[in-house]
Each structure stands twice: as structure tokens, then as C-alpha cells.
């Protein structure tokens, strides 16, 4: 391969990289408190579908199963993690150093600030 190709492809490829990092969260919502407002109400909006590739998939999942929006504006949220003793779901906001509960009984709560960025 010769140099001047070798040098366009990381070139493009760093250009990719960047603009996938730099990218503006446009879509965020945050309250004037910068924290993330919830969707009130029993009823979440919907998004996508489960695509059942193994029928096995079905004794994990109902199969009339919907993927529910429970809350949003987050920055970079990641996890989550379902404590059954508890019923409640765990997740993480990462820039904001922020852990959050959400539970079917009390919507969403901010569970621990700060969270040492995990």
C-alpha cells in the first residue's frame, strides 16, 4: 500500500472517529435543574419491537412484550441492572456522575450523586 493511501485512510477514518465523539446532543431535554424529566402516568410511549430470532427467547420475554421509553434526557445513561429484592431497576448517567432507581410505584429518583462516574 502505498503512503499516500495509507494516509487517507487514517485520515478518514480519525475524521469518523471525531465526529462520532464530537457529535452535539441536541435531543436532550434536561429540566432548568439539569435534572431529567420523567413521563408521568402508568402509560410509557413505545418504541421498536423484540425480533424473536429463537422461540426459546419466549419463556424470557412475553410475547406480547413492548419496549417502553420510562424516562429520558439523559446525556449518556448505561447499565441497567434489575435488583429483584427491591423491584427496581438501576442505571447510570455517566457526565452527570449519576445513579438512578426507577420502580413502578415511585417512577424515577435520583439514587446516588455522586456516583464516582459509573
Request: aromatic share 14%.
Amino acid at each position: 500500500m502505498s503512503m499516500k493511501l495509507y494516509f487517507l485512510l487514517i485520515l478518514a477514518f480519525g475524521t469518523f472517529i471525531f465526529s462520532a465523539c464530537e457529535t452535539p446532543n441536541t435531543g436532550s431535554k434536561r429540566g432548568t435543574n439539569g435534572t431529567p424529566p420523567t413521563l408521568n402516568g402508568k402509560e410509557y410511549p413505545t418504541l421498536g419491537e423484540v425480533e424473536r430470532l429463537d422461540p426459546a427467547l419466549n419463556r424470557l420475554i412475553a410475547p406480547g412484550a413492548k419496549i417502553e421509553q420510562l424516562a429520558d434526557g439523559f446525556d449518556w445513561a448505561e447499565g441497567p441492572v434489575w435488583v429483584k429484592y427491591g423491584q427496581f431497576v438501576l442505571f447510570s448517567d455517566i457526565p452527570p456522575n449519576k445513579i438512578y432507581k426507577w420502580s413502578e410505584s415511585r417512577g424515577l429518583q435520583e439514587f446516588l450523586h455522586p456516583s464516582g462516574y459509573t
